[in-house]
């Protein structure tokens, strides 16, 4: 079965500084790879994913999260965050053979002024 | 084109009481998934249907939990009695299929048992 881990709870940044979001997975097999994101009273809404190909993937509201195969990792990263980017980003994992999402626990990332 | 609907957005009940949530997937979603979302931590998914058909719902607690999908679009999920630890978020999901497409959520209903 597979897992992920979120290693930060809560990351509180200033606007305009960058921010990397870490996110590592256990799996056996290949995987697929999101980051979710979760606003305030609002449902998770699908921030970038990879399934095969680049390793780098981006959104289009300047995200970027790079597969690291021998690390396991799924860190997201963005150069330089605004207010409007606080929310709960979510990692999730499933094999390549299992539709079955598995969630990591969430960052709470939080962008002062 | 709309989202995945889900009502109500808010539920209070007393213990022992029951509950229903309703979903509406994003239009020729075959697939739909309920989720429950405890406070401060990740979705975990309850079941699964492919058309009218649950065909995963090892994680479901049917003691008390049932849910259906009668003409394969929308679905309701209920509880039967409410505990005061099902408070939590149910969230709703489609996808066109299982392949390699992606899960769309809904904005959930945050249940609290008294």
């Known amino acids: 079965a597979q897992s992920v881990t979120q290693l930060d709870s809560q990351v509180p940044v200033f606007e305009e500084a960058p921010v990397e979001l870490r996110c590592n997975y256990s799996?056996?097999?290949?995987?697929?790879l999101f980051w979710y994101v979760q606003y305030p009273n609002q449902g998770l809404q699908l921030l970038l994913k990879y399934l095969s190909g680049s390793t780098l993937v981006e959104s289009i509201n300047g995200f970027e999260a790079e597969f690291n195969k021998s690390q396991t990792s799924f860190h997201l990263r963005k150069p330089s965050v605004h207010i409007s980017d606080t929310a709960e980003y979510f990692c999730?994992?499933?094999?390549?053979?299992?539709?079955?999402?598995?969630f990591g626990k969430g960052t709470l990332l939080t962008v002062n002024p | 084109e709309a989202g995945v609907v889900q009502s109500p957005r808010y539920k209070i009940i007393e213990k022992k009481q029951p509950v229903a949530f309703w979903c509406n997937p994003i239009s020729g979603h075959n697939t739909l998934y309920w989720y429950l979302q405890n406070l401060g931590q990740g979705p975990e998914l309850l079941i699964r249907y492919e058309n009218e058909e649950a065909v995963d719902d090892s994680q479901l607690p049917k003691d008390r939990f049932s849910a259906e999908r009668l003409k394969g679009v929308d679905s309701t999920l209920k509880i039967q009695p409410a505990e005061l630890g099902d408070s939590a978020v149910y969230l709703c999901a489609s996808s066109f299929d299982t392949s390699t497409d992606t899960q769309y959520f809904g904005p959930g209903t945050r249940l609290t048992v008294l």
């Open positions: 999730a994992v499933r094999t390549s053979s299992n539709y079955k999402l598995t």
């Open positions: 799996s056996s097999v290949s995987v697929y």
